[in-house]
């Protein structure tokens, strides 16, 4: 009997959520590594608005590869997200504390950067192929979010979205 996961059993499993943030990294990783002045990994702060917004399929299914384009799309996209990252802090410090117990994730702890260790810098996504179209999606699209917080600055970020870091 094949069951389809539904968005309860993803916000409750913390191995997905991991997937989310590698996702996110790799996303992020890929435009950053490209520009110049630019760090190659997400600042620490960045991964807390990661799954809130994975987490909403209205959102997670608006994100195209601009902000502006995403926003446009999706008119609700920043409403009640900084609230919606402070709930779910708690997931995604689970999510962290396994994906650094796993050495997925390591941080730089001078500048607070989230990088990849070098097993799992692009094996991860390569490696596991998903049957299961929600987790399919949570990866396209966390990849997507990466390459979109990587293209912009921190400032711009943060009033475009309407969050503070």
Same mark, same amino acid.
């Given at each position: 009997?094949?069951?389809?996961?539904?968005?309860?059993?993803?916000?409750?499993?913390?191995?997905?959520?991991?997937?989310?943030?590698?996702?996110?990294?790799?996303?992020?990783?890929?435009?950053?590594?490209?520009?110049?002045?630019?760090?190659?990994?997400?600042?620490?702060?960045?991964?807390?608005?990661?799954?809130?917004?994975?987490?909403?399929?209205?959102?997670?299914?608006?994100?195209?590869?601009?902000?502006?384009?995403?926003?446009?799309?999706?008119?609700?996209?920043?409403?009640?997200?900084?609230?919606?990252?402070?709930?779910?802090?708690?997931?995604?410090?689970?999510?962290?504390?396994?994906?650094?117990?796993?050495?997925?994730? $390591?941080?730089?702890?001078?500048?607070?950067?989230?990088?990849?260790?070098?097993?799992?810098? $692009?094996?991860?996504?390569?490696?596991?192929?998903?049957?299961?179209?929600?987790?399919?999606?949570?990866?396209?699209?966390? $990849?997507?979010?990466?390459?979109?917080?990587?293209?912009?600055?921190?400032?711009?970020?943060?009033?475009?979205?309407?969050?503070?870091?």
């Amino acid at each position: 009997m094949k069951k389809d996961l539904n968005f309860f059993d993803v916000y409750q499993n913390t191995a997905l959520s991991v997937i989310a943030i590698h996702s996110f990294i790799l996303g992020y990783y890929k435009v950053a590594t490209n520009k110049s002045g630019k760090n190659n990994f997400p600042p620490l702060n960045q991964i807390f608005f990661v799954l809130p917004i994975i987490y909403d399929n209205k959102t997670m299914n608006s994100i195209r590869n601009e902000l502006y384009t995403t926003l446009t799309q999706n008119k609700e996209f920043t409403l009640g997200l900084q609230d919606r990252a402070c709930k779910m802090s708690s997931q995604t410090f689970e999510a962290l504390n396994l994906g650094f117990s796993k050495e997925i994730f $390591k941080l730089d702890s001078d500048n607070y950067y989230l990088e990849l260790n070098e097993n799992f810098s $692009k094996e991860l996504t390569t490696k596991l192929k998903f049957s299961n179209s929600v987790i399919s999606d949570i990866q396209i699209y966390s $990849k997507r979010l990466g390459g979109i917080f990587a293209k912009l600055d921190e400032k711009k970020l943060q009033i475009e979205l309407n969050i503070l870091f």
